[in-house]
Nanobody
């Protein structure tokens, strides 16, 4: 059973930075893709970024390109999301998720961490 635990959320002023972490356990992740999603109040959950555990290739939503960076530390089985130049519209609950490459949908989800950006 895969377990994902997010941390690092908080309150920050616009223009500031935060780094989210997602600690993964329960299996090896060499054939997995891991991603960050977010859900703002009253809105649908949306994709933020993803990273393929094997080759570290990444993808980003247009809204965060150039501001957010996704990475992972194999030794720690942890994924990160470095968020810079934060905007009030980045306010949301951020979730990490993982699935086997080719599965089609994310199977494992963390509990979420709140990010609030004040103007």
């Amino acid at each position: 059973q895969v377990q994902l635990v997010e941390s690092g959320g908080g309150l920050v002023q616009a223009g500031g930075s935060l780094r989210l972490s997602c600690a993964a356990s329960g299996r090896t992740f060499s054939s997995y893709v891991m991603g960050w999603f977010r859900q703002a109040p009253g809105k649908e959950r949306e994709f933020v970024a993803r990273i393929y555990w094997n080759d570290r290739s990444t993808n980003y939503a247009d809204s965060v390109k150039g501001r957010f960076t996704i990475s992972r530390d194999n030794a720690k089985n942890t994924m990160y999301l470095q968020m810079n130049s934060l905007k009030p519209e980045d306010t949301a609950v951020y979730y990490c998720a993982s699935t086997r490459v080719g599965a089609g949908q994310y199977v494992y989800w963390g509990q979420g961490t709140q990010v609030t950006v004040s103007s």
